[in-house]
């Protein structure tokens, strides 16, 4: 991590958290990962937690590409 930066893993808006891991537990079932029961993912392998991660982002992707789709034009 560079000198003065700030850690990657704080949401930008900071009550979205707990709607970020529903969706992380959400995105591991559709995947058919079994998530950790005691919510420790530091034992899972980077595989899977990638594929996780890839998959959430994927999402947001295409959510923000539908959000900006149905704008009306009027708006800006």
């Known amino acids: 991590m560079a000198l003065g930066s700030s850690s990657s893993n704080v949401p930008v808006v900071p009550n979205a958290k707990k709607a970020l891991d529903q969706f992380k ?8 990962i079994q998530v950790p029961a005691d919510g420790y993912w530091g034992t899972m392998t980077t595989r899977d937690t990638g594929a996780i991660g890839g998959h959430m982002v994927r999402k947001m992707i295409a959510m923000a590409e539908q959000s900006l789709a149905t ?3 009027g708006q800006q």
């Not at 537990?25 to 058919?32: D, F, S």
């Open 25 to 32: 537990y959400e995105v591991a079932n559709e995947l058919g």
């Open 71 to 73: 704008r009306t034009t």
